[in-house]
């Protein structure tokens, strides 16, 4: 937490400093990168711990892989059909990836990975090319008409290509910022009620019971937030699922 001079300092928390000392320098490492490892470790720790003794009855590990897998698995079934099975690893991937980076933001002295523009267009961009290249590589040179809306009249080709054109590549826009302004939003809110419980419970005997109404709401931010790490996933992962679909069917 960060109090300068009683005023509420929420951006210091996304600032990226080197870890591994000189050797975190020389290659850049920041902190961000530490935590985009240590998701990836828990992502793939968890699936193969839960595999390893799978069991008839499971226990919570394998419940809770299960369901993932399971929950993930349902939602490419849904949204791409049968031939989406292909592409439930990619799918699933980024779900568990953006997934452990939006929670282990909210450990103490964690930090979001996900709250940086940089990353969630880099994972935006890794979408987008993937898609586009499954479309290519399944549809050939048909895969243009996809810009062409079917029973448009030839005198509208050229307002509504720029417009699908534009549309279909603002979608790497749209699945970064969003992402990132959530995460964003909700770590400044918390970083600003916190501020207010320091503040205030600094104003002598009744700085406690001032204190208290902050600190009550950024419980319950606390706990919305949690919520929206699981929805910004959710939301990450079935626009994937959705675009996959176009790339799949054009349509």
């Given at each position: 937490m960060a109090v300068e001079g009683k005023t509420i300092d929420a951006l210091s928390q996304f600032e990226l400093s080197p870890v591994l000392g000189v050797v975190g320098q020389a290659v850049s490492f920041s902190q961000s990168n530490l935590f985009m490892l240590i998701a990836t470790v828990l992502s793939c720790g968890l699936m193969l711990l839960s595999a390893r003794r799978a069991q008839l009855v499971p226990g919570r590990l394998q419940a809770l892989g299960e369901s993932a897998y399971e929950f993930i698995a349902g939602m490419v079934r849904d949204q791409v059909g049968d031939e989406g099975k292909k592409y439930f690893p990619f799918v699933f991937s980024v779900f568990m990836f953006v997934l452990f980076g939006n929670l282990l933001g909210m450990l103490p002295y964690a930090f979001t990975f996900t709250s940086h523009i940089a990353v969630t267009l880099a994972l935006a961009c890794v979408?987008?090319?993937?898609?586009?290249?499954?479309a290519l590589m399944r549809h050939g040179m048909h895969f243009f008409s996809y810009f062409v809306p079917e029973g448009a009249p030839v005198w509208l080709w050229p307002i509504i290509i720029p417009?699908?054109?534009?549309?279909?590549?603002?979608r790497v826009v749209s699945l970064s910022?969003?992402?990132f302004a959530n995460m964003v939003a909700g770590h400044v809110m918390l970083k600003v009620f916190a501020t207010f419980v320091v503040l205030l419970g600094g104003l002598g005997a009744v700085g406690p019971f001032v204190a208290a109404m902050p600190l009550a709401v950024n419980v319950v931010l606390v706990g919305f937030e949690l919520l929206v790490a699981f929805l910004q996933a959710y939301v990450f992962a079935i626009l994937t699922s959705i675009y996959l679909h176009d790339a799949v069917h054009l349509h």
């Open positions: 979408v987008f090319v993937t898609v586009t290249v499954i417009v699908e054109i534009i549309s279909y590549f603002s910022v969003r992402l």
